[in-house]
C-alpha cells in the first residue's frame, strides 16, 4: 500500500464526471488499497479516485473519527437511488485545504454501489454519512462542495483562494 498525492482544486480532472469502473483487476484492488491509506493518512472521512488522478467511479468513507464503530466503505459505481430530507452542517474537502462551509444537504440517501469485487450493494444512510456519500458521489460527477454553495459565497471563496494563490507564490 502506498499513499499516493491529494489532487489539490482547481485542477481539471476534479471537474470531469469519472468512467464506470468494469474490471475488478488487481490493479483496481491495489488502487483501493492505495485510497484507503491516502484517506487516513489524511486523514479525512472520504476519497474519492479522481482526487488521487485516476478517473474512476471508485470511492472510499469511513467516517469513524467522528462516529464510533462506523465501518469502512468502498463504493464502485455509486449512484444515489433516494434522497430525502433537509440537512444543514459543516462540510470541507481534501482537495480544497483549510476551507469548510456550512452547507445543505439531503438528510437521508439510499445508494446502490458494487463492492471492490464486483459484488452488488445497497446503503442506507442519514446524517454525516448520508452526507459523505453525496460529497463523494459529487466528486465522482465532476462536483466540487464549492458547487454547491450560494453564488454569492463561491464568489467570496474563489476571491479568496485566488488571493490565497498569489500570497504562496510570492
Ligand atoms: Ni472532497
Redesign the pocket.
Known sequence: MAVRKIIKYPEKILREKTAQVGEFDPELQKLIDDMIETMYAAPGV?L?AN?VGVSKQLAVIDISVREENAPLIILVNPVITLQEGEDEAEEG???IPDYTTVLKRALKVKVKALDRHGKPLELEAQGLLARALQ?EID?LNGIL?VDRMSRIKREFFKKRYAREKLLSMN
Open positions: 472520504g474519492a482526487q474537502c481534501l482537495s460529497h466528486h462542495f
